[in-house]
Protein backbone atom coordinates (compact mmCIF):
# COMPACT_ATOMS: atom_id res chain seq x y z
CA UNK A 1 0.00 0.00 0.00
CA UNK A 2 1.95 3.48 -1.20
CA UNK A 3 2.38 6.20 1.24
CA UNK A 4 3.20 8.63 -0.42
CA UNK A 5 1.32 10.48 -3.47
CA UNK A 6 1.23 7.67 -6.36
CA UNK A 7 3.66 5.90 -4.45
CA UNK A 8 6.35 7.23 -5.66
CA UNK A 9 7.80 9.22 -2.50
CA UNK A 10 6.81 6.06 -0.93
CA UNK A 11 8.71 3.50 -2.63
CA UNK A 12 11.42 5.69 -2.32
CA UNK A 13 11.51 6.46 1.23
CA UNK A 14 10.95 3.17 2.03
CA UNK A 15 14.81 2.27 -0.70
CA UNK A 16 16.10 4.57 1.86
CA UNK A 17 15.07 2.98 4.55
CA UNK A 18 15.68 -0.71 3.53
CA UNK A 19 19.10 0.30 2.33
CA UNK A 20 20.42 2.10 5.82
CA UNK A 21 19.15 -2.01 7.30
CA UNK A 22 21.34 -3.85 4.81
CA UNK A 23 24.58 -1.70 5.42
CA UNK A 24 23.83 -1.72 9.38
CA UNK A 25 23.14 -5.97 8.62
CA UNK A 26 26.96 -5.65 7.27
CA UNK A 27 27.78 -3.71 10.14
CA UNK A 28 26.44 -6.27 12.25
CA UNK A 29 29.19 -8.96 11.19
CA UNK A 30 32.07 -6.44 11.08
CA UNK A 31 31.42 -4.97 15.06
CA UNK A 32 32.23 -8.46 16.21
CA UNK A 33 35.55 -7.66 15.84
CA UNK A 34 36.27 -11.58 15.43
CA UNK A 35 38.90 -12.39 12.83
CA UNK A 36 37.41 -15.79 12.08
CA UNK A 37 33.75 -14.57 12.42
CA UNK A 38 35.11 -11.98 9.27
CA UNK A 39 36.90 -14.44 7.20
CA UNK A 40 33.31 -15.59 6.54
CA UNK A 41 32.39 -12.14 5.09
CA UNK A 42 35.99 -11.17 3.53
CA UNK A 43 38.16 -14.56 2.38
CA UNK A 44 41.35 -12.96 2.07
CA UNK A 45 43.49 -12.98 4.75
CA UNK A 46 46.19 -11.40 6.60
CA UNK A 47 47.20 -7.28 6.52
CA UNK A 48 44.79 -6.96 3.27
CA UNK A 49 41.92 -8.63 4.84
CA UNK A 50 41.93 -5.62 7.87
CA UNK A 51 42.45 -3.26 4.63
CA UNK A 52 39.16 -4.53 3.43
CA UNK A 53 37.25 -4.53 6.26
CA UNK A 54 38.07 -1.06 6.77
CA UNK A 55 37.17 -0.14 3.48
CA UNK A 56 33.77 -1.93 3.49
CA UNK A 57 33.24 -0.32 6.57
CA UNK A 58 33.99 2.66 5.69
CA UNK A 59 31.51 2.41 2.39
CA UNK A 60 28.69 1.05 4.75
CA UNK A 61 29.29 4.25 6.90
CA UNK A 62 29.31 6.77 3.92
CA UNK A 63 26.18 4.78 2.26
CA UNK A 64 23.74 4.95 5.38
CA UNK A 65 25.06 9.14 5.60
CA UNK A 66 23.66 9.70 1.81
CA UNK A 67 20.68 7.62 2.60
CA UNK A 68 19.53 9.90 5.78
CA UNK A 69 20.62 13.09 4.01
CA UNK A 70 17.62 12.09 1.20
CA UNK A 71 15.24 11.05 4.11
CA UNK A 72 16.15 14.74 6.13
CA UNK A 73 15.59 16.11 2.67
CA UNK A 74 11.90 14.42 1.79
CA UNK A 75 10.96 11.48 3.64
CA UNK A 76 9.21 13.64 6.75
CA UNK A 77 5.66 12.07 7.75
CA UNK A 78 3.64 15.20 7.34
CA UNK A 79 4.29 14.42 3.29
CA UNK A 80 2.54 11.15 3.80
CA UNK A 81 -1.03 10.67 2.33
CA UNK A 82 -2.05 7.27 4.16
CA UNK A 83 -0.15 4.80 6.19
CA UNK A 84 1.83 6.86 8.45
CA UNK A 85 1.92 3.97 11.41
CA UNK A 86 4.02 1.76 8.67
CA UNK A 87 6.52 4.94 7.80
CA UNK A 88 6.99 5.29 11.77
CA UNK A 89 7.51 0.81 12.09
CA UNK A 90 10.24 1.43 9.24
CA UNK A 91 11.87 4.57 11.11
CA UNK A 92 11.88 3.14 14.55
CA UNK A 93 13.08 0.09 13.72
CA UNK A 94 15.84 1.36 11.49
CA UNK A 95 16.61 2.89 14.95
CA UNK A 96 16.32 0.22 17.01
CA UNK A 97 18.63 -1.69 14.43
CA UNK A 98 21.35 1.24 15.00
CA UNK A 99 20.96 0.58 18.67
CA UNK A 100 21.68 -2.77 18.74
CA UNK A 101 24.96 -2.52 16.15
CA UNK A 102 25.99 -0.10 18.31
CA UNK A 103 25.62 -1.82 21.69
CA UNK A 104 27.16 -5.00 19.96
CA UNK A 105 30.11 -3.04 19.12
CA UNK A 106 30.70 -1.83 22.59
CA UNK A 107 30.41 -5.33 23.82
CA UNK A 108 32.77 -6.77 21.48
CA UNK A 109 35.59 -4.36 22.14
CA UNK A 110 37.24 -6.11 24.55
CA UNK A 111 37.62 -9.17 22.60
CA UNK A 112 39.11 -7.68 19.88
CA UNK A 113 42.88 -8.42 18.46
CA UNK A 114 45.81 -6.55 18.96
CA UNK A 115 45.80 -6.09 14.89
CA UNK A 116 42.14 -5.37 14.57
CA UNK A 117 41.68 -3.24 17.43
CA UNK A 118 44.46 -0.60 16.21
CA UNK A 119 43.26 -1.25 12.20
CA UNK A 120 39.77 -1.69 12.39
CA UNK A 121 38.32 -1.10 16.58
CA UNK A 122 40.03 2.77 16.35
CA UNK A 123 38.48 3.86 12.84
CA UNK A 124 35.04 2.15 14.33
CA UNK A 125 34.53 4.43 17.35
CA UNK A 126 35.46 7.61 15.23
CA UNK A 127 32.48 7.21 12.95
CA UNK A 128 30.59 6.23 15.85
CA UNK A 129 29.02 9.46 15.71
CA UNK A 130 27.76 9.52 12.17
CA UNK A 131 25.61 6.18 13.48
CA UNK A 132 23.94 8.66 16.17
CA UNK A 133 23.38 11.42 13.93
CA UNK A 134 21.75 9.04 11.41
CA UNK A 135 19.63 8.17 14.37
CA UNK A 136 18.20 11.44 15.11
CA UNK A 137 17.34 11.87 11.54
CA UNK A 138 15.46 9.20 11.56
CA UNK A 139 13.54 9.33 15.01
CA UNK A 140 13.17 13.56 13.39
CA UNK A 141 11.25 12.00 9.94
CA UNK A 142 8.59 10.01 11.76
CA UNK A 143 7.53 12.98 14.41
CA UNK A 144 4.60 14.41 13.88
CA UNK A 145 4.63 18.58 12.64
CA UNK A 146 2.65 19.22 15.73
CA UNK A 147 5.12 17.47 18.48
CA UNK A 148 7.77 19.57 17.44
CA UNK A 149 9.19 23.07 19.08
CA UNK A 150 8.24 26.57 17.39
CA UNK A 151 11.98 26.32 15.83
CA UNK A 152 12.00 22.87 14.98
CA UNK A 153 8.59 23.49 12.98
CA UNK A 154 10.31 26.44 11.10
CA UNK A 155 12.95 24.25 10.01
CA UNK A 156 11.19 21.48 8.89
CA UNK A 157 8.44 23.96 6.57
CA UNK A 158 11.15 25.07 5.62
CA UNK A 159 13.32 22.30 4.39
CA UNK A 160 10.21 20.67 2.53
CA UNK A 161 9.89 23.49 0.66
CA UNK A 162 13.56 23.94 -0.46
CA UNK A 163 13.43 19.85 -1.30
CA UNK A 164 11.04 20.48 -4.00
CA UNK A 165 11.87 18.80 -7.23
CA UNK A 166 10.92 21.81 -9.37
CA UNK A 167 11.26 19.66 -12.96
CA UNK A 168 9.74 19.50 -16.10
CA UNK A 169 8.14 16.28 -15.02
CA UNK A 170 4.54 16.45 -14.80
CA UNK A 171 4.64 13.39 -12.30
CA UNK A 172 7.23 15.15 -10.13
CA UNK A 173 5.51 18.44 -9.90
CA UNK A 174 2.08 16.60 -9.00
CA UNK A 175 4.29 16.04 -5.68
CA UNK A 176 5.72 18.90 -5.37
CA UNK A 177 2.20 20.77 -5.65
CA UNK A 178 1.17 18.43 -3.14
CA UNK A 179 4.17 19.47 -0.68
CA UNK A 180 3.43 22.92 -1.23
CA UNK A 181 -0.29 22.39 0.10
CA UNK A 182 0.87 20.27 2.94
CA UNK A 183 3.28 23.03 4.38
CA UNK A 184 0.51 25.64 3.39
CA UNK A 185 -2.23 23.71 5.90
CA UNK A 186 0.63 22.98 8.51
CA UNK A 187 1.72 26.23 8.67
CA UNK A 188 -2.08 27.58 8.58
CA UNK A 189 -3.11 25.77 11.40
CA UNK A 190 0.03 26.09 14.01
CA UNK A 191 -0.10 29.18 16.53
CA UNK A 192 3.02 28.34 17.61
CA UNK A 193 4.95 29.74 14.58
CA UNK A 194 6.44 33.67 15.75
CA UNK A 195 4.81 36.29 13.29
CA UNK A 196 8.11 36.71 11.17
CA UNK A 197 8.76 33.21 10.66
CA UNK A 198 4.86 32.60 9.40
CA UNK A 199 5.31 35.71 6.90
CA UNK A 200 8.69 33.95 5.90
CA UNK A 201 7.33 30.85 4.66
CA UNK A 202 4.17 32.19 3.27
CA UNK A 203 6.88 33.95 0.84
CA UNK A 204 8.29 30.78 -0.03
CA UNK A 205 5.35 29.25 -0.52
CA UNK A 206 3.65 31.72 -2.71
CA UNK A 207 7.20 31.80 -4.72
CA UNK A 208 6.98 27.84 -4.59
CA UNK A 209 3.64 28.04 -5.68
CA UNK A 210 4.86 30.26 -8.72
CA UNK A 211 7.44 28.05 -9.71
CA UNK A 212 5.52 25.11 -10.10
CA UNK A 213 3.19 26.85 -12.20
CA UNK A 214 5.66 27.98 -14.37
CA UNK A 215 6.80 24.45 -14.52
CA UNK A 216 3.30 23.22 -15.19
CA UNK A 217 3.38 25.54 -18.14
CA UNK A 218 6.92 23.64 -19.10
CA UNK A 219 5.81 20.29 -19.02
CA UNK A 220 2.87 20.99 -21.18
CA UNK A 221 4.58 23.12 -23.75
CA UNK A 222 2.18 25.64 -22.85
CA UNK A 223 5.14 28.46 -23.33
CA UNK A 224 2.20 31.48 -24.21
CA UNK A 225 1.48 31.23 -21.00
CA UNK A 226 4.91 30.50 -19.47
CA UNK A 227 5.90 34.21 -21.21
CA UNK A 228 2.80 35.63 -20.23
CA UNK A 229 3.89 34.73 -16.57
CA UNK A 230 7.74 35.14 -16.74
CA UNK A 231 6.96 39.53 -18.05
CA UNK A 232 4.21 39.93 -15.32
CA UNK A 233 5.67 42.63 -12.80
CA UNK A 234 4.93 40.87 -9.72
CA UNK A 235 7.22 37.73 -10.60
CA UNK A 236 10.84 37.82 -8.68
CA UNK A 237 14.37 37.54 -9.95
CA UNK A 238 14.01 34.18 -7.64
CA UNK A 239 11.30 32.71 -9.31
CA UNK A 240 12.20 33.72 -13.23
CA UNK A 241 15.67 32.38 -12.30
CA UNK A 242 13.86 28.93 -11.35
CA UNK A 243 11.71 28.41 -14.19
CA UNK A 244 15.17 29.04 -16.43
CA UNK A 245 16.80 26.53 -14.51
CA UNK A 246 13.78 24.37 -15.20
CA UNK A 247 13.08 25.06 -18.83
CA UNK A 248 17.00 24.68 -19.45
CA UNK A 249 17.23 21.29 -17.80
CA UNK A 250 14.11 20.45 -20.06
CA UNK A 251 15.78 20.95 -23.08
CA UNK A 252 19.39 19.96 -22.16
CA UNK A 253 17.94 16.49 -20.73
CA UNK A 254 19.94 13.44 -22.41
CA UNK A 255 16.70 10.63 -22.12
CA UNK A 256 14.35 12.39 -24.37
CA UNK A 257 15.60 15.87 -25.60
CA UNK A 258 13.05 18.43 -26.24
CA UNK A 259 12.33 18.76 -30.55
CA UNK A 260 13.94 21.42 -32.06
CA UNK A 261 10.61 22.60 -33.86
CA UNK A 262 9.25 22.77 -30.31
CA UNK A 263 12.24 25.17 -29.13
CA UNK A 264 11.34 27.29 -32.54
CA UNK A 265 7.73 27.44 -31.62
CA UNK A 266 8.90 28.75 -28.16
CA UNK A 267 11.10 31.29 -29.56
CA UNK A 268 8.74 32.75 -32.05
CA UNK A 269 5.92 32.97 -29.11
CA UNK A 270 8.74 35.08 -26.91
CA UNK A 271 9.18 37.17 -30.41
CA UNK A 272 5.64 37.99 -31.04
CA UNK A 273 4.73 38.43 -27.05
CA UNK A 274 7.71 40.59 -26.27
CA UNK A 275 6.35 43.87 -27.04
CA UNK A 276 2.92 43.03 -25.89
CA UNK A 277 3.61 44.28 -22.19
CA UNK A 278 4.92 47.51 -21.12
CA UNK A 279 8.14 46.19 -20.03
CA UNK A 280 11.09 48.81 -20.09
CA UNK A 281 13.42 48.73 -22.86
CA UNK A 282 16.67 47.35 -20.96
CA UNK A 283 14.32 44.42 -19.79
CA UNK A 284 13.41 43.95 -23.27
CA UNK A 285 17.27 43.92 -24.53
CA UNK A 286 18.47 41.69 -21.71
CA UNK A 287 16.06 39.23 -22.41
CA UNK A 288 16.47 39.27 -26.12
CA UNK A 289 20.16 38.47 -25.51
CA UNK A 290 19.49 35.88 -23.18
CA UNK A 291 17.48 34.08 -25.86
CA UNK A 292 20.24 34.25 -28.49
CA UNK A 293 22.51 32.62 -26.34
CA UNK A 294 20.24 29.55 -26.39
CA UNK A 295 19.98 29.98 -29.92
CA UNK A 296 23.34 29.55 -30.38
CA UNK A 297 23.98 26.58 -28.09
CA UNK A 298 20.80 24.95 -30.03
CA UNK A 299 22.41 25.66 -33.77
CA UNK A 300 25.82 24.04 -32.05
CA UNK A 301 24.14 21.19 -31.68
CA UNK A 302 20.20 21.03 -33.20
CA UNK A 303 19.52 18.37 -35.63
CA UNK A 304 19.78 18.63 -39.49
CA UNK A 305 15.74 18.98 -39.89
CA UNK A 306 15.47 22.04 -38.10
CA UNK A 307 18.83 24.27 -38.14
CA UNK A 308 17.45 26.08 -41.19
CA UNK A 309 14.64 27.34 -39.52
CA UNK A 310 16.55 27.98 -36.13
CA UNK A 311 19.27 30.16 -38.40
CA UNK A 312 16.22 32.23 -39.63
CA UNK A 313 15.18 33.00 -36.02
CA UNK A 314 18.15 33.75 -35.17
CA UNK A 315 18.58 36.16 -37.73
CA UNK A 316 14.98 38.13 -36.62
CA UNK A 317 16.35 38.08 -32.73
CA UNK A 318 19.26 40.26 -34.10
CA UNK A 319 17.41 42.34 -35.88
CA UNK A 320 14.84 42.74 -33.05
CA UNK A 321 18.20 43.92 -30.64
CA UNK A 322 19.04 46.11 -33.13
CA UNK A 323 15.98 47.42 -33.76
CA UNK A 324 15.83 47.98 -29.41
CA UNK A 325 19.70 49.61 -29.14
CA UNK A 326 19.09 52.17 -32.32
CA UNK A 327 15.17 53.02 -30.99
CA UNK A 328 16.19 56.42 -29.08
CA UNK A 329 16.72 57.87 -32.13
CA UNK A 330 14.88 60.01 -34.52
CA UNK A 331 14.73 61.59 -37.73
CA UNK A 332 17.03 61.21 -40.62
CA UNK A 333 19.07 58.37 -38.18
CA UNK A 334 16.35 56.73 -37.58
CA UNK A 335 15.28 56.84 -40.87
CA UNK A 336 18.27 55.90 -42.22
CA UNK A 337 18.86 52.73 -39.45
CA UNK A 338 14.70 51.28 -40.47
CA UNK A 339 16.16 51.43 -44.19
CA UNK A 340 19.08 49.25 -43.27
CA UNK A 341 17.28 47.10 -40.79
CA UNK A 342 14.55 46.15 -43.49
CA UNK A 343 17.28 45.19 -45.98
CA UNK A 344 18.39 43.04 -43.54
CA UNK A 345 14.67 41.94 -43.20
CA UNK A 346 14.44 40.66 -46.72
CA UNK A 347 15.28 37.20 -45.51
CA UNK A 348 14.56 34.17 -47.97
CA UNK A 349 11.54 31.98 -46.63
CA UNK A 350 10.96 29.81 -48.89
CA UNK A 351 11.00 26.49 -47.04
CA UNK A 352 10.37 28.55 -44.16
CA UNK A 353 7.07 27.26 -41.23
CA UNK A 354 4.10 29.68 -41.66
CA UNK A 355 4.91 31.31 -38.36
CA UNK A 356 7.99 32.23 -39.10
CA UNK A 357 6.90 33.94 -42.06
CA UNK A 358 4.52 35.86 -39.81
CA UNK A 359 6.95 36.95 -37.13
CA UNK A 360 8.91 38.26 -40.38
CA UNK A 361 6.14 40.29 -41.84
CA UNK A 362 4.78 41.88 -38.68
CA UNK A 363 8.60 43.22 -37.85
CA UNK A 364 8.91 44.30 -41.12
CA UNK A 365 5.54 46.54 -40.85
CA UNK A 366 6.77 47.44 -37.04
CA UNK A 367 10.37 48.54 -38.52
CA UNK A 368 8.58 50.42 -41.49
CA UNK A 369 6.13 52.06 -39.72
CA UNK A 370 8.72 53.70 -36.72
CA UNK A 371 10.70 54.60 -40.44
CA UNK A 372 7.56 56.34 -41.67
CA UNK A 373 6.46 57.97 -38.37
CA UNK A 374 10.05 59.52 -38.62
CA UNK A 375 9.78 61.16 -41.87
CA UNK A 376 6.37 62.28 -41.09
CA UNK A 377 7.60 63.95 -37.43
CA UNK A 378 9.98 65.65 -39.77
CA UNK A 379 8.82 66.45 -43.43
CA UNK A 380 4.71 66.30 -43.26
CA UNK A 381 1.99 68.09 -41.84
CA UNK A 382 -0.88 66.75 -40.57
CA UNK A 383 -3.02 64.21 -42.40
CA UNK A 384 -6.08 62.63 -42.91
CA UNK A 385 -6.87 59.17 -40.52
CA UNK A 386 -7.32 55.43 -42.48
CA UNK A 387 -7.85 51.87 -41.03
CA UNK A 388 -6.80 48.88 -42.57
CA UNK A 389 -6.83 45.44 -40.16
CA UNK A 390 -7.50 48.09 -37.02
CA UNK A 391 -3.82 49.21 -37.30
CA UNK A 392 -4.67 53.23 -38.08
CA UNK A 393 -7.20 55.51 -36.54
CA UNK A 394 -7.38 59.49 -36.69
CA UNK A 395 -4.89 60.92 -34.42
CA UNK A 396 -1.89 63.65 -34.22
CA UNK A 397 1.64 62.75 -35.19
CA UNK A 398 3.79 62.33 -31.88
CA UNK A 399 7.49 62.17 -31.96
CA UNK A 400 7.35 60.57 -28.29
CA UNK A 401 5.58 57.49 -29.70
CA UNK A 402 3.19 56.84 -26.66
CA UNK A 403 0.76 55.36 -25.61
CA UNK A 404 -0.43 55.57 -29.35
CA UNK A 405 2.52 54.23 -30.91
CA UNK A 406 2.83 51.65 -28.46
CA UNK A 407 -0.68 50.73 -28.82
CA UNK A 408 -0.15 50.25 -33.07
CA UNK A 409 2.88 48.04 -32.44
CA UNK A 410 0.88 45.35 -30.15
CA UNK A 411 -2.17 45.41 -32.77
CA UNK A 412 0.80 44.27 -35.03
CA UNK A 413 2.15 41.86 -32.92
CA UNK A 414 -1.22 40.48 -31.89
CA UNK A 415 -2.98 40.72 -35.17
CA UNK A 416 -4.04 36.78 -36.59
CA UNK A 417 -3.48 38.02 -40.08
CA UNK A 418 -2.52 35.51 -42.70
CA UNK A 419 0.71 35.80 -44.06
CA UNK A 420 -0.98 36.94 -47.36
CA UNK A 421 -3.14 39.39 -45.40
CA UNK A 422 0.52 40.88 -44.02
CA UNK A 423 2.22 41.24 -47.42
CA UNK A 424 -0.84 43.20 -48.38
CA UNK A 425 -0.46 45.50 -45.99
CA UNK A 426 3.30 45.98 -46.09
CA UNK A 427 3.20 46.47 -49.55
CA UNK A 428 0.74 49.11 -49.56
CA UNK A 429 2.62 50.94 -47.15
CA UNK A 430 6.01 50.55 -49.59
CA UNK A 431 3.93 51.93 -52.43
CA UNK A 432 2.86 55.35 -50.15
CA UNK A 433 -0.94 53.89 -49.74
CA UNK A 434 -0.80 55.86 -46.02
CA UNK A 435 1.35 58.53 -47.57
CA UNK A 436 -1.86 60.94 -47.07
CA UNK A 437 -2.53 59.77 -43.31
CA UNK A 438 -1.98 62.20 -40.22
CA UNK A 439 -0.57 58.74 -38.54
CA UNK A 440 -0.43 54.72 -38.35
CA UNK A 441 -1.22 55.10 -34.56
CA UNK A 442 -4.15 53.45 -33.42
Given at each position: ?54 ELM ?63 VFP ?169 SKI ?147
Open positions: MPIFLDGVLYDESYALIDSIMKSLDLLMEIVTFQDGILAETITVSGEKRLDMIVDSQFDAIEKSSCLILQQAYIDVLVCNRTLFTEHCLGAVSRIDIVLARASDQIQYASYDMLRRVWTRNECRMIAVKGVLQHACCEFYQLSSEMKYKRADQLLRSLMLNGDSHSIALDQYRIRRVSELVCHDHALSPEQRSYLAQKVLESVKVTTLATCISRCEFYSLYLIVLSDDIAPVTQIAAHDILQRKWQAKTVPMATRDKIGYYLVFFELLDLFYVEGGKKKHALENMLEHDLDGSDVQGSDDLRVVYALMQIRLEFFYYNVLDGAEKIDVCEKLLKKLSIQTHNASEAIVRCLLKMRLVVYMDMLVARWSNELPQRSSGFVLGLFTQSEPSRERAPEYQHAVESIWRSASSRDDLQLLFNKMQNGYFSDKSSLFS
